[in-house]
């Protein structure tokens, strides 16, 4: 079964995305093909086989031998990039005459002369201009490829007999973002098909031929030409065969059972029950990014459509399977799904072997049409698909997705036997426990405990529930909610007059780089190129020059640095500027750890001598060590990081790191590079030194983002949410007024609410940031759970016993503390004890940091360590070989033993074991965190704790996020 013949294939997206502000994808319509999907929907239209990959815009032949990964299939190895010109015969006056698209090899250099000879025509021809090219064509400069000579039927087809000769062609289908593999006989019927012919040029040395081909004579075309005529009437009366080798596709049909293998088996049965579809190829995606990359549908029947998700499961009371297709918007609980069916316990997702076997998909390709392969798996669709009437699912491919009335994917279903379970998932869950907790009201506290095993929900959890974070449909991205935002402002605040007193200046350059300044620092930028994020259209319209979203702005503002500095007077100059950054990351994003789009300050400072430059370095550092030990109150460890981990564009990184103790991670805080004179050379940034002399500046560059937010949270934060430090919480103390029934009736309430507002009056003015909670829709208990959550530091418990012997009762958020304190003189004591939570959780924290701190000697020791969850200090050789090896080592590891638990986790299933969050162990190695600025001594003749080379440094070593 698994033989049978695919028709097409796409390959994996490349890693860069193609960025697009505009959300309109219905082109002004001059031409029949205008786009990507337009062309391999011509080529699966004509079932022809071909392979695509996608890539950034490709400059010239070249690069595209660089980019280019060689086809899957090996039909098509043999195969030749051609060049294509599109040729104007400059002294015809016809608008539509004199026009020529020529297909040439590469390699052989081709004058218009001769072709003007071979066309026994005058010699005046020129390139077409870009203007006339895509009047023309439809195309643009760059992506001229004989596709388009669909457009114009008077573009006259040029095609050099090499090419012609050649078994494959690789073509940029209309775009120069993807580059397609076909047979060149293929594209030579499709082309006729259309009404295009060749006229094929011998250039070879001596020939000065041409002659307009009938068809090309191709041994393979025989079989194909198959293809060219589907026969729908072959099911009417099925033949059999005895289990044959390599069913034809045509063969698929309901009576034979066979197997649904891809989208165009797919097909061929919506075709049976007369659907309606549109597909939309995109490369391979994971599911959370389809929402970036579906396009709107282009038919008006879909605009309203579901984005479909799909879960595998199994219910191992029953051994049932069930495939729940549910709205990707909604998050489904699996005791929402055993609710609804009345299971008695939540199935669990089934196996991707199970996956495989039952219903021929791979793991992230579940979709409804797989449900033909197995109709014994229940269906169970989410009452808001129905409801909305379509949906988008993948077609039985991870690279494409198909826009499909609700109401024929169930007739086709249908015909298999197949109907669905409506789930409502709008009921609630009425179990016994929820039932209880009606009482109190919606919100419910923290559900995971701060521990590794779960570290990642507690995480999210902490940050949603405190209303600091808001999910956004674009996956990486976030929203800052006030309670995040205000943390942010204190830490800018806070930077910014650090830095300001040091002179530096704030100022602000432009979002956007041209791909030409970009590459100004090609070197360092290759490493980093698919993380950068491009503009490439305005409106329906392709940019001529895509636009690439800063990533960093060292190109963008190092060219004014070189315009701006003439002379010694003009240093230092030291600017920063507060902005926005979009690196598109391909890991796991975490809120304000790792995500797209992250808020930054960036300083770039210029100095006249490399001391002055590294002073301001380390001067950074210091204020950054403050940000987070003084207004964070998380302890940091200065140190210069490794040659393997230290920012490659520059001279030296010097950097603060900490550990998240819970997970055992360690993660880097803040950096401040010295850039040496590598940038200044780049960009050629001099002045005239003191001696007249002409000399490049001493370069210095910083960051610190949002991150810092992320980090205070999983340092401090507890069972029940967040724990605030004072100097970052947007309410230091919140006053509960508490008011029982009897308050109300003794006329006391008014009493108690005038006496808490007095004293949140003269809290605020002595400038503590507070605020009364009288929401009277809440009882005092919700209230704390609530302010529990956001992580205030103090909570103020006021209420009749307090008011009549005039004090007030004090909570500690960080560590429970209870104190009675009275009315009068509280500002002070407030403040006192702002201060010294502030101080207490900067010395537990440092209490934590050194007491994970540990020393190994060997490999083994580290490795121990590391499961341990500790932060590893070594004596080191200081060499990038060393660490590569150390790597290594942990990795190879790791994955060792992760294997050797899933076997025993396997083992355990039967015993039905709880469920442990998913961790990608390939990501996770140890790598050196930096070598601390405060050395021990190293004693002589000491050797590195891993290989034989003499110790040079002490280094830190970690898993890091
Ligand atoms: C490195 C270096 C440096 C100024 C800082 O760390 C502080 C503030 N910049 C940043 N880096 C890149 O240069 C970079 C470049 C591109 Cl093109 C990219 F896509 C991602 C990058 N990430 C980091």
């Avoid at 600091?468 to 929203?479: A, Q, T």
């Avoid at 780089?513 to 491009?534: D, I, N, R, Y």
């Avoid at 050789?877 to 942990?890: F, I, L, Y």
């Avoid at 990501?923 to 930096?930: M, N, P, Q, S, V």
Wanted: charged share 30%; hydrophobic share 35%; aromatic share 10%.
């Amino acid at each position: 079964m698994f033989k049978k013949l695919i028709n097409f294939k796409f390959k994996t997206i490349s890693q860069t995305i193609k960025f697009s502000y505009s959300l309109i994808t219905n082109m002004d319509k001059k031409f029949p093909l205008n786009s990507v999907e337009e062309t391999l929907e011509l080529l699966k239209d004509q079932k022809l086989k071909f392979e695509v990959q996608y890539h950034d815009p490709i400059d010239t032949i070249e690069a595209s031998k660089n980019i280019l990964k060689k086809p899957l299939d090996s039909d098509f190895q043999k195969n030749i990039f051609p060049v294509n010109k599109f040729i104007k015969d400059k002294k015809d006056k016809d608008p539509d005459g004199g026009l020529y698209l020529l297909v040439q090899d590469p390699s052989q250099k081709v004058e218009f002369k001769q072709i003007a000879q071979i066309l026994k025509i005058k010699d005046n021809l020129r390139l077409g201009d870009k203007d006339l090219l895509y009047e023309k064509l439809g195309v643009t400069q760059g992506s001229v490829n004989p596709f388009a000579l669909i457009n114009n039927l008077k573009v006259k087809f040029l095609l050099d007999k090499t090419i012609y000769e050649t078994d494959t062609i690789c073509i940029h289908p209309m775009k120069n973002v993807s580059s397609l593999y076909m047979k060149t006989a293929d594209l030579l019927k499709l082309l006729k098909s259309r009404g295009v012919e060749p006229i094929i040029m011998d250039f070879g040395p001596g020939n000065s031929t041409a002659c307009h081909k009938e068809e090309k004579q191709n041994k393979k075309q025989e079989k194909p030409e198959k293809h060219d005529k589907p026969e729908p009437e072959k099911h009417d009366k099925p033949e059999k065969h005895d289990k044959p080798e390599k069913p034809e596709k045509e063969e698929i049909n309901l009576e034979n059972n066979n197997i649904v293998m891809n989208f165009s088996d797919v097909e061929k049965l919506l075709v049976k029950v007369d659907a309606k579809y549109e597909i939309q190829s995109h490369g391979k995606v994971i599911e959370k990014d389809l929402p970036n990359i579906i396009h709107p549908p282009k038919a008006s029947e879909f605009t309203n459509f579901v984005l479909g998700s799909n879960k595998f499961m199994r219910d191992k009371k029953s051994n049932s399977f069930y495939l729940l297709l549910h709205d990707a918007k909604h998050k489904v609980e699996y005791k929402h799904i055993s609710y609804l069916l009345g299971l008695k316990e939540n199935p669990k997702l089934g196996d991707k072997e199970i996956l495989k076997e039952k219903m021929n998909i791979v793991d992230g390709g579940v979709n409804p049409f797989a449900l033909l392969n197995s109709p014994s798996v229940k269906f169970l669709l989410d009452k808001v698909i129905l409801d909305t009437g379509v949906v988008c699912v993948h077609p039985m491919d991870v690279c494409s997705s198909v826009f499909i009335k609700v109401s024929d994917l169930l007739k086709l279903l249908k015909l298999y036997g197949i109907e669905p379970v409506i789930m409502d998932f709008t009921t609630k869950v009425e179990h016994k426990e929820e039932v209880e907790e009606k009482n109190t009201p919606d919100k419910k506290g923290v559900e995971y405990p701060k521990e590794d095993k779960c570290f990642a929900k507690w995480y999210q959890q902490v940050i949603t529930k405190s209303e600091m974070i808001d999910y956004y449909e674009i996956s990486g991205c976030y929203i800052l909610r006030p309670w995040a935002y205000q943390m942010w402002e204190f830490i800018t605040a806070y930077f910014d007059k650090k830095i300001k007193e040091d002179g530096v200046e704030n100022a602000y350059f432009p979002l956007f780089v041209s791909k030409h300044a970009l590459e100004k620092e090609k070197e360092h930028v290759e490493g980093f190129s698919p993380e950068v994020a491009w503009v490439t259209k305005s409106g329906s319209k392709d940019l001529e020059n895509p636009i690439a979203i800063r990533p960093t702005s060292e190109t963008i503002m190092y060219p004014s640095y070189a315009n701006w500095i003439r002379s010694h007077r003009d240093l230092p100059l030291k600017l920063n500027q507060w902005t926005n950054i979009v690196r598109w990351e391909f890991k796991n994003p975490t809120p304000f750890i790792r995500t797209r789009e992250f808020l930054w300050q960036e300083g770039h400072t210029a100095h006249a001598t490399f001391e002055e430059a590294d002073k301001e370095v380390h001067l950074i550092l210091d204020f950054y060590k403050q940000v987070y030990e003084e207004l964070l109150a998380v302890p940091v460890i200065q140190g210069i990081k490794s040659e393997n981990e230290k920012f490659a564009g520059g001279f030296k990184t010097t950097t603060i790191e900490t550990m998240v103790p819970t997970i055992g991670k360690g993660i880097q805080c803040a950096t401040s590079h010295h850039l040496g004179q590598n940038f200044s050379k780049m960009f050629g940034i001099k002045f005239e030194s003191e001696n007249m002399t002409n000399e490049y500046v001493w370069q210095t560059s910083w960051g610190l983002t949002t991150r810092t937010i992320g980090v205070a949270v999983m340092v401090h934060g507890d069972n029940k949410g967040l724990v605030l430090p004072p100097r970052i919480a947007p309410i230091q103390v919140i006053l509960i007024p508490i008011i029982k029934t009897e308050d109300e009736k003794d006329g006391n309430k008014s009493k108690i609410l005038n006496q808490i507002f007095d004293i949140f009056k003269s809290l605020k003015q002595a400038g503590i940031r507070c605020k009364v909670d009288d929401r009277d829709n809440y009882g005092a208990g919700w209230k704390y759970n609530y302010w529990e959550m956001k992580g205030v530091p103090i909570r103020l418990e006021f209420g009749i016993n307090e008011l009549k012997q005039l004090k007030v009762q004090l909570c500690c958020r960080d560590n429970k503390e209870k104190l009675d304190f009275a009315i009068q003189g509280l500002e002070k004591n407030v403040e006192d004890l702002l201060v010294k939570i502030q101080a207490r959780m900067l010395e537990n924290a440092k209490v934590e940091l050194n007491a994970i701190i540990k020393l190994a000697n060997s490999n083994e020791e580290l490795f121990k360590l590391i499961t341990e969850k500790k932060m590893i200090k070594t004596m080191w050789c200081n060499t990038s070989q060393c660490e590569d090896n150390v790597k290594k080592m942990v990795k190879e590891t790791l994955v060792k033993i992760n294997e050797a638990n899933k076997l025993e986790k396997k083992k355990q299933e039967k015993s039905g074991n709880e469920e442990e969050e998913e961790v990608d162990i390939t990501e996770i190695t140890a790598k050196t965190l930096c070598m601390p600025l405060e050395q021990d001594t190293i004693p002589t003749n000491q050797k590195c704790f891993s290989c034989n080379l003499p110790a040079k440094k002490w280094v830190l070593w970690g898993k890091t996020y």
